[in-house]
Every structure is written in structure tokens, then in C-alpha cells.
């Protein structure tokens, strides 16, 4: 009689093979110091988190990965939606209309305050024309898209049999097992003059000195991965998580004891912008930062950097990735004669 033998794979297994077909990497749990006490408000304080083990997706989401999404199930994203009057009680009627907002850089130094000096709202941009409708992404496969909102990376999560990763798991990944390390690769932003990473070199917004050779976006494994193999976890785009935006983490756990086990953000009702008292849209929180982060203006390219952004928003510097939380297992089978 033959014999059928199922063997899981165990933890250290697991982190060296990924599911076949997935392009997802296994990152294994464990504690870590989240946020930073160096930087900005909203990433203090520094506190202790632990994570379980979970698969992650070697890169953010690319175009090609998206377009086979949307063929496969006709989506239609929120960009490429007319805005309904009602839920923008403010809005100018000749503004609602379907686009998303493009980074347009202006000619010359602008008031670095007032973002609408770069950003656009332009109609008819979207994840297949992003800078607008006469643009579109012939040759751009491998790199991430863009212009999706939240609603669109769930759909795009549930259709491929996976999950958005919290802001602690995202965080952990992105540094690749350096405890406390600025970067995701080290304390050096370019260690050698050699880049880890696509961000804006120059005098933001209006000098770009493509240093690292590239304008916008790159494609996804442009850059050297980090300490788990995973690559873009810093720069290229700003990547959603499943948390909603709290001003700030939560202290130290007084215990060692207590250690928060697989945290979750703050609850919805404390997401919203105070300065927005009309349309009250939820946020949720971004990591990673993009092409845009510059040393004169937006250090986010690190592991504890994080961004509101409004669940309705897209732009052309924001993707996704995905992470399943249950453990692959390989079936061996073995014949073990008659």
C-alpha cells in the first residue's frame, strides 16, 4: 500500500521558501522597538510591539500584477469615479469630476507651507494614465501602480486571497532585522555615495537632480532589498497599511509583561482631520515614503516615518502591498511501497 506523509514546513523553512508563484518573502515574528523619538511628532514614542510571523509580498504592487486584477474582475477604481456631490458638500461643481492628484513639479522655489504649489488635482488621471489623460503605462509594468485608493487595495487584497498589513507589521519588515537603525539598510542614507533607495535628491520641489537616475517612479526591485530580501520598503511609493491615523503612538507598556501582542491602530473616530470639519473622511496610515521625500523637506524615507492619508485619496506617489498572516505548508508525499 503506498503511504501519504504530510510534513509542514517549520518556521526557519518557511523563511526560505515562498509560496510558488506568489513573489512573497516569510518575515518570522518578533519584538521590536516601533516609531522614533528623533524625528516627527507623529512617530513618538518609541515602544516595544511584538508580531507574529507572516508572508509579505517581495514588492509593492506593479501595474502588470494590477491590470491582470482588474481583467480578471472589471473593477473599476475610485479615481475613475465621478465624485457623488453629497459626500463633498464643499467642493466647486466643476471639480467633480473623475482624476486623482499628480505631483506637478512648479518652474521655480515655492513657499514650502502650501503643497497645492506641487499637487494637482487633473481629471482623468488615473492607474492607467497616471499624469493624466494623455499619459498612460506602455513600458511601465514593473513599476508599482498608483492612483489607488483604500478601496481599491482591499478589493485588489480580497481577490488575490490576501490581507493589508497593520503599521507594526509593515514597520517590522521595512527594517529587515536592524534594531533601531535609521534606514532600512543602515545609519547612512547613501552609504558609500551608492543609493538604497528612490527619493529626491535636489532642492524639492522644483530642482530634481535624478542622482539615482530616476524622475518618477522605478521599477520594483530597482533598488538593493533589505535585510528579509524585501525591496521599496523606503521610497518609490508611499504603501497603505490596515490602520487607522492616530496623532501619535501609544507609550511603553509598564511590563515586560504587557508588551502589545499584534497591535492595531487607534479606532476610526480619532482618524479624522480637526481642520476638516465637512467632509470628515477617515485615514488610515502610509509608510515608507516615495520619489518626493527630500532631505529639505519630507524626511520619511525611514522604517518609522508614517502619513495620514484620507481613504478617498489617491496620488500618483501611493501603492500597496499585500501579506497573508497564515502559514504556508508543503505536502510531501512519499511512496513507501506495496
Known sequence: MGLVEEKSL????????????????????????????????????????????????????????????????????????????????????????????????PKQAVDLRYWGEWWTFKFGANWRRPYGPRSNISGLDDHPVVHVAYRDVEAYAKWAGKELPTEAEWEFAARGGLEGAEFAWGDELTPGGKHMANIWQGDFPHQNLLSDGFERTSPVAAF??????????????????????????????????????????????????ARDLTSRIPRKVLKGGSHLCAPNYCRRY????????????????????????TAFTSNVTEAKGE
Open 10 to 105: 517549520s518556521q526557519r523553512e518557511q523563511s526560505l521558501e515562498a509560496p510558488p508563484g506568489d513573489g512573497m518573502l516569510y518575515v518570522p515574528g518578533g519584538s521590536y522597538r516601533m516609531g522614533s523619538d528623533r524625528h516627527y511628532p507623529e512617530e513618538a514614542p518609541v515602544h516595544r510591539v511584538t508580531v507574529d510571523g507572516f508572508w509579505i509580498d517581495r514588492t509593492p504592487v506593479t501595474n502588470r500584477q494590477f491590470r491582470k486584477f482588474v481583467n480578471a474582475t472589471g473593477y473599476v477604481t475610485f479615481a475613475e469615479l465621478t465624485p457623488n456631490a453629497e459626500d463633498y458638500p464643499n467642493a466647486r461643481p466643476h471639480m467633480l469630476k473623475a482624476g486623482s492628484l499628480v505631483f506637478t513639479p
Open 224 to 273: 538593493p532589498a533589505n535585510g528579509y530580501g524585501l525591496h521599496d520598503m523606503i521610497g518609490n511609493v508611499w504603501e497603505w497599511t490596515a490602520d487607522w491615523y492616530s496623532q501619535k503612538h501609544d507609550a511603553d507598556a509598564p511590563k515586560a509583561c504587557c508588551i502589545p501582542q499584534n497591535p492595531r491602530g487607534g479606532p476610526q473616530s480619532e482618524s479624522y482631520d
Open 302 to 325: 525611514r522604517p518609522a516615518a508614517r502619513h495620514a492619508e484620507p481613504i478617498d485619496t489617491s496620488a500618483s506617489h501611493v501603492g500597496f502591498r499585500c501579506i497573508r498572516r
